[in-house]
């Protein structure tokens, strides 16, 4: 399964990388949103982890575009907004707030098509 994570804090990338990898997952981890959507026009992801808040494309944004890129796309925003609260208002399919479980991540990783569901 190939997983983009793109967060602009690079602790928050590593965590995120070494769980996946560690699972057998195929991870590229972006630090901006654009560099994110750039890679998802030419390769399809099976999975998108996107941050909430970061600078230039905030989690909102690149999730909208990645609808238009890949529309079937299971998308999961991490965030430590607690005000989002409405999933499908914001384009994605499940909201996870921070600190994320590790094990949570590494759950929907072995099913994201149940987040489309």
């Known amino acids: 399964m190939t997983i983009l994570v793109v967060d602009d804090e690079q602790d928050v990338l590593d965590m995120f990388v070494d769980a996946l990898e560690g699972e057998g997952h195929a991870v590229r981890a972006f630090a901006s949103g654009g560099l994110a959507l750039d890679a998802l026009a030419t390769t399809?992801?099976?999975?998108?982890?996107?941050?909430?808040?970061?600078?230039?494309?905030?989690?909102?944004?690149?999730?909208?575009?990645?609808?238009?890129?890949?529309?079937?796309?299971?998308?999961?925003?991490?965030?430590?907004?607690?005000?989002?609260?409405?999933?499908?208002?914001?384009?994605?399919d499940r909201v996870l707030y921070k600190p994320v479980s590790i094990a949570e991540i590494v759950a929907l990783a072995q099913s994201p098509a149940r987040l489309r569901a």
Request: aromatic content about 2%; glycine content about 4%; cysteine-free.
């Open 44 to 92: 399809p992801a099976d999975l998108l982890l996107v941050d909430r808040q970061m600078p230039e494309l905030d989690g909102f944004e690149v999730a909208r575009r990645a609808r238009v890129l890949q529309p079937h796309l299971p998308i999961v925003m991490v965030t430590g907004d607690h005000t989002v609260r409405d999933p499908k208002a914001t384009a994605v």
